[in-house]
């Protein structure tokens, strides 16, 4: 009988030690779920941001939220972030601060716009359209981890 005992406790002792490193081993959920990205939205969302922050005026935080090359309205492709700087600094000093609202911001999938406005060669830019009333601003984004401007036509 004295032997049954020591094994009933041997297989308890295994038992709670095999729980705790199955507990070690197997993260305990947190509670707390990664968020997916939803790559439609971030480009919209970093597209309105960007052009907000361009006709308020903030330089610094347009240039956060901004990569080069930079496709600059058709005309230049910005190579370094100084030039990309100076020609937002232009524009700010040129046309000041604005209230201009967007009336709509949608994802545009014409491949046709991008090859005719965007001179970057990166692949897999998404076309983002900025409405103010019947007037619009193509952004265009680069996907990916953060998603950046990388330019825009008018």
């Known amino acids: 009988m004295g032997v049954n005992i020591v094994r009933c406790r041997l297989v308890a002792i295994a038992v709670v030690l095999l729980v705790l490193a199955i507990g070690r081993v197997v993260p305990a959920d947190s509670g707390k779920r990664r968020a997916v990205v939803d790559p ?6 970093a597209a309105g941001a960007w052009f ?3 006709v308020s ?3 610094d935080r347009v240039m956060g939220l901004s990569a080069v090359p930079f496709s600059w309205d058709r005309k230049n492709l910005l190579a370094s972030r100084d030039t990309l700087k100076a ?9 000041g601060a604005r209230d201009l609202k967007p009336t709509e911001i949608s994802l545009v999938d014409d ?8 001179l970057g060669k990166e692949k ?4 983002v359209m900025i409405r103010i009333e019947d007037e619009g601003v193509a952004v265009f984004v680069r996907p990916g981890k953060l998603f950046k401007v990388v330019g825009f036509s008018d």
């Open 40 to 45: 439609e939205r971030e480009a919209k969302r």
């Open 124 to 127: 897999g830019v998404v076309t």
């Open 87 to 95: 020609a937002y600094q232009q524009v700010v000093a040129n046309k």
């Open 57 to 59: 005026g903030d330089v």
């Open 52 to 54: 907000k922050a361009l």
């Open 111 to 118: 491949k046709e716009i991008v090859a005719k406005h965007y």
